[in-house]
């Protein structure tokens, strides 16, 4: 409605020919709706699937630090890494991540927790496990992530070789080549290998079984000039890989 300043009339409190009254009911009557700030919009419920939130957390990778793949039965072994994340174009070590070492032994598919670790807070933070190698197996180091960083794991392969203390004695017989498998190898074959050189190849010469209490007993000759090297060898199974005696010296 346009209201021009002839349409007031002093005193007379009319507009357009309408008294004040009037207007106000005509404008109630017409639904006239005064603007008011929009209310404060409820945040929308969460439509991310799971991988869409993984994806949204820093790139993660667990390392683990070069050690020795073989190990003798039931000595122990460091097995140490990282757990990084890439921000742009560097890589960062993350202190405090929790992880834990699982361990599966050759031949199974099932993993069994050995325990767990947090990286430390240094320049260079580090997790570290001290493991008793038992057998043949498959270490697996796991980061179940956080709100930041993306979940990761590492994998390492353990073969462990039998322990073969042994030592020469000589008997009425000759010089004998004693010793005993461990862990229990009763009854079992062991291999006699012998060679002429320190760098030549090695070959079975004798086999025996082993006794009830794992034990062998092998006699060994002496070359008429030079001389022959002797050691035992074990045959590898799922569970051990190859091991050997120390090697003797014979000569005449």
Known sequence: MLL???????????????????????????????????AA???PASTASPAAVAAARLETRVTIH??????????SFRLSGQVRYRVGGSVYAAQGARVTLLRQ???????TTIGTDRTNRTD????????????????????AGNTRLQPARAEGRVWVHRKVPSHTAQRSGGLRL???????WR?????????????????????????????FNFGLDAPRSGSWFYRV??????????????SYRTFS
Not at 6 to 14: E, I, M, Q
Not at 124 to 143: D, E, G, L, M
Not at 233 to 246: D, E, G, I, L, Q
Request: charged share 20%; net charge positive; hydrophobic share 35%.
């Open 233 to 246: 060898a074990v045959p590898r199974t799922t569970r051990y890989a190859v091991s050997h005696s120390a």
């Open 124 to 143: 260079k933070p580090t997790y570290a496990f001290s493991v008793v190698a038992r057998f043949n197996a498959t270490y697996q180091v796991r980061f």
């Open 41 to 43: 919009a409820s945040p």
């Open 105 to 111: 032994p050759a031949g199974s598919n099932r993993w």
């Open 66 to 75: 070069p050690y020795f793949r073989h190990q003798k039965y039931r000595e």
């Open 178 to 184: 004693v010793g005993q498998v461990n862990p229990d």
């Open 4 to 38: 021009t300043g002839s349409s007031v009339r002093a005193g007379a409190r009319t507009v357009a020919g309408m008294n004040l009254r009037t207007f106000a009911a005509a404008v109630l009557t017409a639904g006239l709706v005064v603007p008011t700030a929009p």
């Open 187 to 215: 009854h079992r074959r062991v291999v006699l290998q012998k060679r002429s050189c320190r760098t030549c190849s090695w070959h079975a010469v004798r086999r025996q079984r082993t006794s009830a209490e794992s034990g």
